[in-house]
């Protein structure tokens, strides 16, 4: 095994990591065992992802409507959203 400087110092105090000791890093998934991977929830790198992430500001509202539909309500606006662009068009919206 090679020698490797130590992360904590004499301190107990984790010393900064250098361009060298990020080069060694391996992704978890690479490591971890599945068992682990499974009760941390960590998802492999998908393959080709399928949305795009994005800060957006909404009224309260609609926030607290779609909330209390439970687990995955942001999926549920975007297909709302996917099912309003069937009929409209953003641009034909008046602020």
Do not use: C
């Not at 509202?61 to 309003?84: C, I, L, P, Y």
């Amino acid at each position: 095994m090679k020698n490797y400087l130590p992360l904590i110092d004499e301190q107990g105090e984790v010393r900064e990591l250098t361009e060298k000791d990020f080069a060694l890093m391996l992704p978890a998934e690479e490591v971890l065992p599945l068992s682990l991977l499974k009760t941390l929830r960590i998802r492999g790198r998908q393959k080709a992802p399928t949305k795009t992430k994005i800060t957006i500001r909404l009224s309260p509202e609609v926030v607290e409507q779609f909330r209390a539909t439970g687990k995955h309500w942001q999926s549920r606006m975007d297909a709302a959203m996917k099912n309003w662009l069937i009929d409209h068009s953003p641009s034909d919206l008046r602020l």
